[in-house]
């Protein structure tokens, strides 16, 4: 006759905690370690906000993330470190100062200075307007870097096949 | 009987008025039976709908000041709570359970909210 094995023993006994478990997160990571019971709490809400059993009532999605928002901080400490509302604050008034800037360049400047200032203006819109959805955790950072980059890679390159056309 | 914030929003929002009196219905029925509390979860299910639904609707109760939110910290080991707080600030990063006998981090802790029927509210529906 076979004796019970221990752990067999341990998980019959609701009074004896059982051993710990295998954790799923790496242990090497400096971050999990470093995960509050508030995390888990935010991340809860984020899972509840992205149900798809959720309704689609305009009042109620409302009402849904603000509750979330207000008792659960899911959108500051989830992933995201700015909220969209504070995306949009910061995002308008950089974009119509840099419209204003171009539109300020086109009654005073030469066209060729205009034409410079607007793809400046332009190029920084863009970037903005990235670094905004990625900072709201809308658009993810391998996604980012590759826009940045392809976006650099291109004004480089024009920029550097453009310079040897002028000289000759 | 629904506080006149929530009528005024019943009134406002008429899709969401026959769940906004589900849940004062249940809210009521837990006071009869000595309940203090309501568990999202469990009024979801009670609904039909799901939890961040729930949620959103207690949230109208909370503004109209007949619950209370109140956050449990739970052992997931032994499932006991071994604190409540009624700000999420207060809420610590370790705490130590008696029945496991040691400290536990966030990977052993859950924190669960609840919402605390208002003790008027009871009042009202005992009378």
Known sequence: ?168 | MLSKKLESFSERNSTLAPLIEQLDSYLTWLVEHNVTEVIPRVAAAKLGISEADALALLGLFLEAGLVKPRYDLVCTVTKSVLGSYYSRDEIPDDAECRLCDRQHDADELRVELVFEIVKGRAANAAA
């Open chain 1, 1 to 168: 006759m076979q004796l019970p094995k221990k752990k067999e023993i341990s998980e019959d006994n609701p009074l004896q905690p059982p051993k710990k478990r295998p954790q799923k997160k790496n242990p090497a990571d400096p971050q999990s370690k470093k995960r509050t019971p508030k995390d888990n709490l935010a991340e809860y809400g984020m899972q509840l906000l992205n149900d798809a059993e959720n309704s689609r009532n305009p009042e109620l999605v409302r009402l849904r993330i603000e509750i979330i928002d207000k008792l659960f901080d899911a959108h500051l400490k989830a992933s995201a470190p700015v909220s969209p509302r504070m995306a949009l604050y910061i995002t308008i008034p950089a974009l119509a100062a840099l419209a204003l800037i171009s539109i300020y360049t086109a009654m005073t400047q030469t066209q060729a200075v205009y034409i410079s200032v607007t793809s400046v203006a332009i190029l920084f819109a863009l970037i903005f307007i990235v670094f905004m959805l990625a900072l709201c955790g809308k658009m993810s950072d391998t996604v980012t870097g590759k826009l940045i980059s392809g976006m650099f890679e291109k004004v480089v390159t024009r920029f550097w096949k453009s310079k040897p056309r002028d000289e000759e």
